[in-house]
């Protein structure tokens, strides 16, 4: 027999807990959640703990089995939890001795609500805080009591075929069905390589090329030690200083995990379909293992009733959890604001302010945490300016997030003036609301996505409601303050032309007033170029931090300070809140994104000079695209706009640039996202759900950036993650990396046809300013968007087509371009096909424009006349074969087939053939 220790009166935690000790609290038992199952991955990689220690942990932690006059263990994963947890407790965080609440112990397998024992005995739960921990389990897996029982008496095997050493992870994208049908197994061909998470590890491959045959199970598990050996090699890498802070350390752990268990499926029994990875799913149990801890503590509830409720499931309906849906608005008025000194500083700005959208997405999400003692791990969706949290359903918490939202809008209200915000909901949930309707197979799963609809709807009502101007309390003061601020002598700022300047600086070109939000954009811009991390504290710490604070708190850029403890001080003394990494990945695409910190996607791709000697021809195509620029192209200085737009000029046999200088705004999204999260999946599940967000930002948020920098080095990255992306860059380049983020978006998501996006094209010249470029770019997206039945579309040069005619449309001017360089086409003929489009379009108008035909006869026979080499008459055969080719090409391959549409190759061709 076990030793019973029962854990701590919760009235006494409640009593005794200040905020910072809830918070620890609260991180203990999310710790407790995300790992609860990685015994999946010792146990896959081989680990021996030895026969007598299996032996004993299989008795304590696995189910026993019987029949057939044996006896055999399942889920064996939890007996090698209590294992992986003892290995790699020398690199946790300091949990041992008496502040180890709401547990009784940390590692002790002899005390019943040890950390250890709350982890690893989720199939067999006894105590209240093992109890919480196997509900969440089960929340989150979206299992209703039958369909559990029989999973948790099943034996390993999936749908697939594979056991739980061979199967590898299905893609949800190849699932997804507008209809609502399911995919039936057969249909599955894709799965995820054993691979350490990377921009390259992200994309499907063909189960042939990933997936072991069961009869192979020495190579499946070596795949996966030598995947564990990095994992536990990649733990250390976590500044020992940070552990003195659970929370801190915990974030850190949360990116780790997610680098090297993105891909292990996580259920690999009862039959089921292995979809969901071990991250996510763990993720998920604990943050609703930490809110459902919370609920009960807040209640004073004691060990024996928390136990009982959830053994009969009696409080299932009860609202117990807080699901809190943040999304900022007003992004592209904020990144887009002009002042007078806006254009000349645009590069820079764009960068600082794009940036800076992502640190008040991931600050605001932050405070929310904050205010509510929640650990960062009970955030589980944040991505494109929209973040989830789950939280208890508490009169406390509801009073701290109606204080959050005033404050929140505070400071949008006066470093914004309204244009900009964060509107914040929340939504009460019971358990059953993640479950499965029992029962009723045709509605398995309408509960869930019932309760996803409302939760969509309520942050569409909040988005509707902004700053409260209609509530109950008095409206706020939008300009309070406003002329206590503005100075006479400095005006308005001369970067966002709007808010009162409180500063003069002098920057390259002159002095400007600036207010204090515009300089930290500015210095954002530039420390981007010098620093990959970045530090979220209380107080300020180190030179390179921001003048405006973001909710409270301060955010300062870094290099590699705390690797030699420089501020284990502040993390000691609970300045030190957060610490990120931000780089964008610098390799062939295959390392893992890890780097000892805590990541966050939130830095684009910025194109720099690579420090190696320009030619004269190149040092002049600079000078006269940007002559106001002081020539400074020395290794990582950034590019300006200027600069990007004559990066697709070419020299010709003259030695001349030609083609034009212009950029082109690349904008997209996903087509129908909200019918895609709220239908798309069969059996939807809360663990589901958040794999699904994670894994559609990452195209964006880890690919996008890592394409750009290695094979589109010339384009800015405004933003880019969520199901969206805004790109700036040299002309051609843009519609050329169009298609090719089209065919990597179509083998990211597994070839689903129902899955695609729609992307808008707008060319203009240098000099433009950035609002113009932003809303050009909005325009050609929604025309794209117009199409119908599905959207699926793109528009280059006003025209809207399919992406498939896209793709017919480049091979046109493939061969437009082959035919101009063997016969010289001029100009002045390439332009008047032009006109010949006008009338092909309006020939059912007016019939007499079908004259065309011979026009276009006419022109093309005179042309060739003139052609060196072609005038004489004993050539007269050589030009009828060149007009039929051309009216092959030209007429019928272009005119005919595409009518207006043909605009997009000659559009390209004229552009990059003129002087």
Not at 205 to 233: G, M, S, V
Not at 556 to 582: I, M, Y
Request: glycine letters at 8%; charged letters at 25%.
């Amino acid at each position: 027999m076990v030793a019973r220790h029962a854990m701590t009166d919760p009235s006494e935690l409640k009593q005794a807990m200040n905020p910072q000790e809830l918070l620890a609290a609260s991180s203990r038992v999310a710790l407790a959640g995300l790992v609860h199952d990685i015994g999946k991955f010792a146990e896959r990689a081989g680990i021996d703990p030895g026969a007598e220690l299996l032996e004993s942990n299989l008795h304590q932690y696995a189910r026993r089995q019987e029949g057939g006059g044996r006896q055999w263990f399942t889920h064996r994963h939890a007996a090698y939890t209590a294992v992986a947890v003892d290995l790699l407790e020398r690199h946790f965080p300091r949990l041992k001795g008496d502040d180890v609440a709401p547990f009784a112990a940390w590692d002790t397998p002899d005390v019943d609500d040890s950390l250890i024992n709350a982890a690893a005995r989720h199939h067999k739960p006894e105590t209240a805080l093992q109890w919480i921990i196997a509900t969440a389990d089960r929340v989150a897996s979206g299992f209703e009591r039958e369909t559990f029982d029989r999973y948790n008496d099943a034996q390993e095997g999936t749908e697939t075929g594979g056991d739980h050493f061979s199967a590898r992870q299905l893609t949800l994208f190849e699932q997804i069905r507008l209809d609502g049908s399911s995919s039936h197994k057969a249909s599955l061909h894709y799965r995820y390589a054993l691979q350490p998470l990377s921009p390259k590890a992200i994309f499907p491959q063909t189960a042939q090329d990933c997936e072991p045959p069961k009869r192979e199970r020495d190579n499946a598990k070596k795949q996966y030690r030598t995947l564990w050996d990095q994992f536990t090699k990649a733990l250390e890498a976590i500044p020992a200083s940070h552990q003195d802070r659970l929370d801190l350390w915990l974030d850190h752990f949360d990116t780790l995990l997610a680098t090297f268990a993105h891909s292990i499926p996580a259920a690999t029994a009862f039959g089921v379909k292995p979809e969901v990875s071990l991250y996510d799913h763990s993720k998920a149990v604990a943050a609703l293992a930490t809110a459902l801890w919370r609920w009960h503590q807040a209640r004073d509830d004691d060990p024996a009733s928390i136990v009982a409720a959830h053994h009969q499931r009696s409080d299932w309906d009860g609202a117990k959890l807080l699901l809190i849906q943040g999304d900022l608005f007003g992004i592209q008025d904020f990144i887009f604001a002009a002042g007078g000194e806006t254009q000349r500083r645009a590069a820079k700005l764009l960068r600082g302010r794009s940036f800076y959208v992502g640190l008040l997405t991931e600050c605001a999400a932050m405070r929310v945490l904050d205010a509510l003692a929640l650990p960062p791990t009970s955030q589980i969706i944040n991505a494109a300016g929209k973040f989830l949290i789950v939280a208890p359903n508490t009169e406390q918490t509801r009073s701290a997030l109606t204080e959050v939202r005033r404050s929140l809008d505070a400071w949008f209200l006066e470093h914004s003036f309204g244009q900009a915000g964060v509107g914040l909901a929340w939504l009460g949930a019971s358990c059953n609301d993640f479950l499965s309707a029992p029962g009723d197979q045709a509605n398995s799963h309408q509960r869930f996505q019932t309760l996803m609809k409302r939760l969509f709807a309520q942050l569409d009502n909040a988005k509707a409601q902004r700053f409260d101007l209609c509530g109950g309390d008095p409206p706020p003061a939008v300009f309070e303050g406003f002329l206590d601020r503005f100075d006479n002598r400095l005006g308005a700022c001369q970067i966002d032309g709007r808010s009162p300047a409180e500063l003069a600086e002098h920057h390259e070109g002159g002095t400007i007033a600036l207010s204090r939000l515009a300089k930290d954009q500015i210095d954002i811009g530039n420390w981007l170029t010098r620093f990959e991390r970045l530090l979220v504290t209380r107080e300020a710490i180190g030179q390179h931090t921001l003048d405006v604070d973001l909710f409270g708190y301060r955010i300062a850029f870094t290099g590699d300070e705390t690797d030699s403890g420089r501020f284990g001080p502040a993390v000691r003394d609970g300045n030190l809140l957060r610490a990120w990494d931000f780089s964008v990945p610098a390799d062939d695409g295959w390392c893992a994104l890890w780097n000892g910190y805590a990541r966050r996607y939130i830095n684009g791709y910025i194109p720099r000079f690579s420090g190696e000697s320009l030619s004269d021809y190149e040092r002049d195509k600079y000078a006269a695209c940007d002559p106001d620029a002081d020539g400074d192209f020395s290794a990582h200085e950034p590019k300006t706009l200027n600069h990007l737009a004559c990066e697709d000029q070419r020299l010709d046999e003259k030695e001349r640039w030609v083609g034009i200088r212009a950029l082109s705004t690349l904008k997209g999204d996903i087509d129908n996202l909200g019918l895609i999260f709220q239908q798309g999946l069969a059996e939807p599940t809360f663990a589901k759900m958040a794999a699904l967000s994670r894994q559609t930002n990452a195209f964006f948020a880890v690919y996008l950036p890592w394409l750009c920098q290695h094979e589109y080095r010339n384009t800015y990255t405004v933003f880019a993650g969520g199901d969206d992306f805004f790109l700036i860059g040299p002309w051609r380049s843009q519609i050329t990396l169009a298609r090719r983020l089209r065919a990597e978006f179509e083998r990211y998501v597994a070839g689903n046809p129902e899955i695609h996006f729609s992307a808008g094209l707008s060319t203009t010249k240098p000099g433009l300013p950035i609002r113009h470029l932003a809303e050009l770019g909005e325009q050609a997206l929604e025309d794209a968007k117009s199409m119908r039945p599905e959207k699926n579309a793109v528009t280059c040069f006003g025209e809207t087509v399919s992406w498939e005619a896209f793709e017919a449309l480049a091979k046109a001017e493939e061969e437009l371009e082959s035919l101009s360089e063997e016969l010289g086409l001029s100009t002045g003929y390439v332009y008047g096909l032009i006109e010949l489009i006008e009338k092909a379009e309006t020939v059912n108008e007016r019939p007499e424009h079908a004259i065309w035909h011979s026009q276009f006869a006419y022109r093309t026979a005179r042309m060739l006349e003139r052609l060196p080499g072609l005038r004489d008459r004993s050539k007269a055969d050589e030009r009828r074969r060149l007009q039929q080719r051309l009216a092959q090409v030209i007429a019928q391959g272009g005119i005919e087939r595409f009518g207006g549409k043909y605009r997009i190759p000659l559009f390209t061709h004229l552009y990059q053939t003129r002087d």
